[in-house]
Antibody
């Protein structure tokens, strides 16, 4: 059974850096074809893809947010970490991590709500 | 900028059949975009219903089916149930590890 769970702060101040951790089970991120990505959803709005890290460590980012994002993995801990710098109130939303196999997003975490406010 | 367009809302009677669509601003959707469909109820995480155009995730009822119709991805619900009332998002793989999502369709079953 594949599960993913996000963790991190629920409140960050503008200009601060957000660090979120995705802890997963049921698969190994050293398996070819697999990846873990991050997707966010502002309140009442649509999903937005942010970043992806592949089994081989290759990292991909949304072009519009690339300068602010870093995604890393710790295969031994079954964790993927996303950092987003210079947070702004428009970054408020629920952040999801997701399991990717080949070209498909297969499983989602429950999400974590992050509010950006002073 | 790539924009993915879905019907903002859709209504269907119980037992009815509907087709939700997903279009690309920059051209046609094809199977090379590996279209996916996600179901989301308020306050919950999305659930992958369909991936790779037409593969149902485990446990998804067979009344849900995916396809490419013309130049769009499509989600067909045959015999809609009250519990299908949700938001539905399509997702398209654009290559280089990059996905785009549609704006979502709010489905009402009444």
């Amino acid at each position: 059974q594949i599960t993913l769970k996000e963790s991190g702060p629920t409140l960050v101040k503008p200009t601060q850096t957000l660090t979120l951790t995705c802890t997963f089970s049921g698969f190994s991120l050293s398996t070819s074809g697999l990846g873990v990505g991050w997707i966010r959803q502002p309140p009442g709005k649509a999903l937005e893809w942010l970043a992806l890290i592949y089994w081989d460590g290759d990292q991909r980012y949304s072009p519009s947010l690339k300068s602010r994002l870093t995604i890393t993995k710790d295969t031994s801990k079954n964790q993927v970490v996303l950092t987003m710098t210079n947070m702004d109130p428009v970054d408020t939303g629920t952040y999801f991590c997701a399991h990717k196999k080949d070209w498909n997003i297969r499983y989602w975490g429950q999400g974590t709500l992050v509010t950006v406010s002073s | 900028q790539t924009v993915v367009t879905q019907e903002p809302s859709f209504s269907v009677s119980p037992g009815g059949t509907l087709i939700l669509t997903c279009a690309l601003s920059s051209g046609s959707v094809s199977t090379s975009n590996y279209p996916s469909w996600f179901q989301q109820t308020p306050g919950q995480a999305p659930r992958t219903l369909i991936y790779n155009t037409n593969t149902r995730s485990s446990g998804v009822p067979d009344r849900f089916s995916g396809s490419v119709l013309g130049n769009k991805a499509a989600l067909t619900i045959t015999g809609a149930q009250a519990e299908d009332e949700s938001d539905y998002y399509c997702g398209l793989y654009m290559g280089s590890g990059f996905w785009v999502f549609g704006g979502g369709t709010k489905l009402t079953v009444l």
